[in-house]
């Protein structure tokens, strides 16, 4: 899995995720794009890349209309930290996220696209959005 961790999350979670996980490729949105990259154009350039996640708390993401077009369009899986995750420190979003990759990496084998709200528990179900 190649995840990007959006400007949004601590770009330290990246960077402890990547030696936790070496089988996948994570990266912090500031160290592949410029600061002030659109989203809908680091969108576009995973898109035309291929085979990305995204992790964000940016949840305009799924109300602009321009945004919401891209990620309609793109070929990326994105999962979206709202809710109850919107309260939690890094360190504390970081060792919750570090439970779910392997669940984020089981959904992006499995669907080429898609936008998932990951549960706060671990044990929970991904739950789509309807497209």
Do not use: Y
Request: proline share 5%.
């Amino acid at each position: 899995m190649k995840l990007l961790v959006d400007n949004n999350i601590s770009f330290t979670i990246a960077d402890c995720l990547q030696p936790i996980f070496p089988e996948h490729k994570i990266v912090s949105l500031r160290n592949k794009f410029a600061a002030n990259t659109k989203d809908v154009d680091w969108i576009s350039a995973l898109d035309a890349e291929g085979g990305w996640a995204a992790l964000t708390m940016e949840r305009r993401l799924k109300t602009r209309p321009h945004e919401r077009l891209a990620l309609e369009r793109s070929k990326i899986v994105f999962f979206f930290l709202t809710g109850a995750w919107l309260k939690f420190s890094v360190a504390e979003t970081a060792w919750r996220v570090i439970r779910l990759v392997p669940l984020m990496s089981t959904q992006v084998s499995v669907t080429e696209s898609g936008l998932f709200d990951l549960p706060v528990n671990a044990s929970s179900k991904l739950r789509p959005h309807p497209r």
